[in-house]
C-alpha cells in the first residue's frame, strides 16, 4: 500500500502470455493492483493513459522491441518510477546499461520470494523518497 492507502499499481510486461499470468496472480495475491501487457506497444500505450508505480518488464519482448523502450516511456511520464528487466538473456552489456540507468535486472527463472522482494523493495524505497 502507498502512504496514502491506496493499492500500489504495477505494470507487468513479458511477452510469453504463462509467464505473464503467473506474475500478475503472484502480485495480486500479495495486494497489487496489476495491468498485464504481452507487447512493448500495449505497455506503451497504458503508459500513457495510467499512471504506475512501478515497471517491470522482460527484457526481450516482440518483433526485436526490448524492455529498455517501456521503461524508457514510463520514465518519460515519470522519471523516478522504480522498474526492473527480467530476463533469461542478458548479457554483461545488458546489465551494465540497466545498471547505469538505474534498472534492477532479475534473471529467470525468477524465484517467488526474490521476485516479491525485489518489486517490495523497489516500491518502498521510492514511496520513502517522495
Not at 51 to 72: A, N, P, R, W
Amino acid at each position: 500500500m502507498t502512504a496514502d492507502g491506496k493499492k500500489f499499481r504495477v505494470l507487468v510486461v513479458d511477452d510469453e502470455a504463462a509467464v505473464l499470468l503467473t506474475y500478475r496472480l503472484i502480485l495480486e495475491q500479495q495486494g497489487y493492483e496489476v495491468l498485464a501487457c504481452n507487447t512493448s506497444v500495449q505497455a506503451i500505450a497504458a503508459i500513457q493513459k495510467e499512471k504506475f508505480d512501478i515497471v517491470l518488464c522482460d527484457y526481450s519482448l516482440e518483433e526485436q522491441h526490448t524492455g529498455f523502450e517501456v521503461i524508457t516511456a514510463a520514465r518519460a511520464r515519470d522519471s523516478h518510477i522504480p522498474a526492473a528487466l527480467l530476463t533469461g538473456y542478458a548479457t554483461k552489456e545488458t546489465a551494465d546499461e540497466a545498471a547505469g540507468k538505474g534498472i534492477n535486472v532479475m534473471f529467470k527463472p525468477i524465484e517467488i520470494e526474490e521476485f516479491l522482494a525485489t518489486t517490495s523493495n523497489m516500491l518502498r524505497k521510492n514511496d520513502e523518497s517522495k
